[in-house]
């Protein structure tokens, strides 16, 4: 492929972390040096040296699940990324302006451009291309230009978490004074979502469900108050949904729309005593919570099913269901970029790893109590101003 590169030399190997088999991040994956610097696959794709990685759950999922004859293997896993562009396809939108010729448009691309990104799962699959290296060859419809008003440790993560949680949060029509519940207000997704939630709803009441310790942080995203659910069964015997049964049961009390970004079966199955009544009042959610182990995969199916379909006469929540899914493209990276460009959410990076200990990244997502996003430092460009 014909391509523009940066002044910068560009080295033919690279280190990369990567896999042969499915498993867990510990078993399966290791750092391998000299992987050849991956080539651009297209005219309209851009190599990236990569500043740093974003780690969310749906990961994990596939290293565990996807078998190494479904993928191309070996593979180097991750989406999401921030970088600057050090080469690009002859095709790609600005690619053969310099420096000083014009300004670029928001959809220009030439090396030395600040970008973040995140690689569809099907190209990440079929390619065994992905973000935990020192490059990422991708297509340009895949990245979006830095925000000029964030780090690069903070654009990593607008891809996956900033997209389901905008995808979650318009998912339903809030209305004023609200009364609402978040369900993980401080997760990847959920620390995204409780910031748009308070920037678009000032004065909603907003109650988040997370542990006792993160309710400081949850505050400063946006909750009024937050309730404890490891503090459940309390020391009445009361489980979590009792306590909500009680305390916000009756109609004066009940809520107007429940954002559950963990995917909680108990909040739902409940939900009709503590939720009112009628369409206007939904359970939005980002789907049962789903485990690495295989043996839960038809129990997931099942609530995804029965929560969407079963009739309330056949006993069914009688609540409106919104399971939301969220893919990202050039549409939706752009929507995160002007999101985070007008202040609407910010990243909150509650843990920072260096790329030879990104293993620890994966013990954080595994224990399912991030606190905002974790990233993978592999870079630090010198600007971090996101000027092109
Ligand atoms: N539908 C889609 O398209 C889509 C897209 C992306 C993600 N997802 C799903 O969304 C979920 C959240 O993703 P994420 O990236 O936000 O995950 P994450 O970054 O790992 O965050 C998980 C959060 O869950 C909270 N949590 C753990 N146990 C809990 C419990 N028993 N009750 C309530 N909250 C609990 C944790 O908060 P505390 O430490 O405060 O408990 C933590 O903040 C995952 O299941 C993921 O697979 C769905």
């Not at 053969?96 to 030395?112: A, K, L, W």
């Not at 029509?173 to 207000?185: H, M, R």
């Not at 108050?225 to 009390?253: C, M, R, V, W």
Request: net charge neutral; with cysteine.
């Amino acid at each position: 492929m014909a391509s523009k590169a940066a002044s910068t030399s560009i080295p033919r190997t690279m280190r990369a972390w990567t896999h042969r088999q499915a498993g867990s991040p510990s078993r399966v994956l290791s750092m391998t040096e000299n992987v050849p610097i991956p080539t651009l696959p297209t005219d309209t794709s851009v190599l990236v040296r990569v500043s740093y990685v974003a780690t969310h759950p749906g990961m994990l999922i596939l290293m565990h699940f996807v078998p190494s004859w479904l993928r191309r293997m070996p593979a180097i896993p991750e989406t999401d990324f921030s970088g600057v562009i050090v080469s690009c396809g002859k095709n790609v939108p600005g690619s053969s302006t310099t420096g000083g010729e014009c300004e670029p448009g928001v959809r220009d691309f030439r090396p030395g451009t600040s970008v973040f990104g995140s690689m569809p799962v099907m190209p990440h699959l079929r390619s065994g291309q992905g973000a935990l290296a020192e490059y990422i060859a991708i297509e340009s419809a895949a990245i979006a230009r830095k925000p000029t008003n964030i780090s690069f440790e903070e654009a990593a993560a607008l891809g996956v978490s900033a997209h389901t949680a905008t995808v979650l949060v318009e998912a339903a029509e809030v209305p004023k004074d609200a009364k609402i519940l978040i369900n993980a207000p401080c997760g990847g997704v959920g620390h995204f979502a409780t910031q748009l939630l308070r920037h678009r709803n000032p004065t909603a009441r907003i109650i988040g469900i997370c542990s006792g310790h993160n309710h400081e942080l949850a505050v400063r995203l946006g909750c009024d108050d937050t309730i404890d659910h490891t503090a459940f069964p309390n020391a009445e015997g009361q489980t979590l949904t009792d306590y909500l049964s009680a305390k916000y049961g009756n109609e004066q009390e009940q809520f107007d729309i429940i954002f559950d970004a963990y995917g909680s079966q108990d909040l739902w199955t409940s939900s009709a005593k503590y939720l009112k009544p009628g369409r206007d009042h939904p359970y939005v959610n980002v789907g049962p919570k789903q485990g690495v182990s295989i043996s839960e995969v038809p129990g997931f199916l099942c609530k995804v099913i029965k929560n969407s379909t079963l009739p309330t006469w056949l006993g069914g929540v009688p609540r409106p269901y919104k399971q939301i899914s969220a893919f990202t493209n050039t549409e939706a990276l752009e929507k995160c970029r002007d999101l985070a460009q007008r202040g609407e959410f910010k990243t909150h990076v509650g843990e920072k790893l260096n790329f030879e200990h990104a293993l620890g990244a994966y013990e954080t997502m595994a224990s399912g109590h991030a606190r905002g996003k974790v990233v993978v430092k592999i870079w630090e460009p010198e600007r971090s101003d996101g000027a092109a």
